[in-house]
Structures are given as C-alpha cells and as structure tokens.
C-alpha cells in the first residue's frame, strides 16, 4: 500500500531537499507529509487560477485562449513574436498570461474575491505569509521573498497543500473547458494552465527562485497530488513521488535521437550533446544564473525534462521553442 509519508522521506534521503510538503487525496482521503501546514510558492501553478479567474469572470474567448494555452507566438518573457523559424509552434509564454490578467484593475484582488475566497483557500495569497517556507538558490542562500505585480499572473502565489487538494478538488469537479486540450507538444498536449495527458492526468509544474511544485489530478478517480520544495533541485524528488505512485503517463510521442547542436533564445540557453541536455538562463525574479543537466528524453516522468524537436533547426527545450544557433 502507498504511504505518503514514507514516500517523501525516501525521496528527500535521496535528495537531500530539506523543506518538502505533499498531500494525496484519493478515495475521499488525504494523507499529507512534510511540512504540509506552511506556505510554499507555487510558481506557474498560478497559471491554472489565472485561467479559472478569466473563466469565472466571463472573460474567456479564443483570444484569452490563445494566451492561456501558449499559442500567441510570444517569447517567454515578452510580448515580442517568436523568431521566424519557430513561427507558428507552441512555446511557453509568461508574457501570455501578463496579457490575460492585465484587464483587471486590480488582479490581485480579482483572484482573491473571485477563486481564493469561494474556494476557502485561505492560506493562498501573494503577500510573503509570515510562516513561509523560503527559496533555496543553488549557492545555498535563501531567496528574497518579494516578487513583482506585474508578474503575477504567471506566477508568485503561495500556497498549502492542504490548500492545494482544495483547489484541485474543484477543478476535477468543474472547469471542463479549461482542461480541454488546445495544442500538441512534447509528446503530450496544453490546455489552458495545465498539461492534458494520457490516463485522465492534468497537471502542471512550477519553479521559480528556489522553489519547484507540482500540482497534479486524475478528475475521473476526484486524485490530487500536490509536492511543494524549496530548491531548485526538486523536481528530482517530485519525479520519485510521482513514479512511486504510479502516476507516469506514457508519451505518444515517437522517440528520436537527439539533434546535437546550441540552442538559444534570449536568456535561455540549451546545449544538446551525448544523449544529455544543459539549459542556462537567469531566474527573472531573483537574478540568478540556473545551469540544469539532464539526459535527453522525450518521455520523461515530468513535463520540464522533455525535449522535442519540432522542426529542422528548432528544439523545443524548458517549454520553449528554441532556434539552433551552433
């Protein structure tokens, strides 16, 4: 039988993350492990709250589609169109979703009386809690907990997992129109604010300022899974959570050999080479340079360890379509 608690233990042992909070609900329980009554960023989990904001206010079109699903051809950090040859692809966009939440004359606000109060998530806000549990940077300091306005509807709310299980719980009861899929990628599929994957499974990662979260549910069998750490490593131990769970959906995307070469656009840098990828790129929040090393795969456990190539000349590396530039 599956214990939670001896799941997380065995993945931080492994690890070495110090702060971990988890919850599973299944079967009309939740069991929890960690610190699960202390806040946590959730980085790009805001996203799906961000769409449930729009829908809940009647502010969803194909336009508003098209930013919440990463298909406005913008670049990650801008507004500014994608480079010629990844015209037309899907490519992971913050700026999308500063877009969509930019017609509120407070967003903040907006979400707190529209989707946090309703719900009853009263642990989840923007404001730093004084109980919070701080980022850890690869250098080992602890991250500044402040984070722009401007940013906000892509990301930077803090949350519980108990907080979490709530939240999911709602959407595997409603919101089908946000799960829907819009568009292929990485072997899977995007609806808007969450990955659509075989088996039912929708959900979405986050990281930000060293902080790495997953939110993940089954909304046939009412499963959440929410994992929240405070480093930048901790996707290594979400995977572990995730695979021990059984919870791996496979890909429907053919295996290929990796194209080796450098790729690049603005910040973010990829290098392709002997079967393993290194993306470099500035945290935006903290200012810190991030190196991650993984082998190339296009069915990894999770989403942010995939890697595809779309198009001769272009990976699509971290979310984002990336031309070849050596």
């Known amino acids: 039988m599956f214990s939670m608690r001896a799941s997380v233990a065995a993945a931080q042992e492994r690890t070495g993350i110090a702060e971990v909070a988890a919850a599973l609900h299944v079967d009309g329980k939740t069991e929890s492990a960690g610190a699960a009554e202390r806040p946590f960023r959730i980085a790009s989990i805001t996203k799906s709250f961000t769409a449930t904001l729009l829908w809940e206010t009647g502010r969803f079109d194909e336009r508003t589609r098209a930013l919440l699903s990463h298909t406005a051809g913008y670049r990650p950090e801008s507004a500014e169109p994608l480079p010629p040859e990844c015209t037309g692809l899907w490519s992971y966009s913050n ?8 017609g509120f004359p407070d967003y903040s606000a ?6 946090l109060e309703p719900l009853g998530l009263a642990s989840t806000g923007f404001e730093p809690p004084p109980d ?17 306005e401007a940013r906000r509807p892509g990301g930077g709310l803090w949350s519980t997992v108990d907080d979490l299980v709530t939240y999911g719980l709602a959407h595997c009861r409603g919101y ?10 990485l072997g899977a599929k995007y609806a808007c604010g969450w990955w659509a994957r075989d088996g039912g499974i929708l959900d979405h990662e986050g990281s930000i300022g060293g902080f790495q979260s997953l939110l993940l549910l089954v909304p046939e069998r009412e499963l959440v899974l929410a994992v929240l750490t405070n480093s930048w490593r901790g996707s290594a131990l979400i995977r572990h959570v995730v695979e021990d769970l059984g919870l ?7 295996p290929v050999a990796p194209v080796e070469g450098r790729y690049a656009l603005d910040d973010l840098e990829a290098v392709v080479a002997d079967g393993r990828v ?11 340079r991030i190196e991650r090393r993984y082998p190339f795969s296009t069915d990894a456990t999770l989403m942010s360890w995939r890697a595809d190539f779309p198009r001769d000349g272009v990976a699509r590396i971290g979310w984002t379509a990336l031309p070849r530039v050596g």
């Open 95 to 102: 700026a999308g979703y500063w877009e969509a939440g930019s």
């Open 110 to 115: 907006a979400l707190r009386e529209t989707v």
């Open 132 to 148: 919070a549990v701080l980022g850890t940077l690869p250098d080992g300091s602890t991250a500044d907990p402040a984070y722009p």
């Open 176 to 185: 089908g129109e946000l799960h829907e899929p819009v568009a292929d990628a």
């Open 248 to 254: 791996v959906p496979a890909s429907k995307q053919a």
């Open 278 to 288: 290194t993306e470099r790129e500035t945290d935006p929040v903290t200012g810190t």
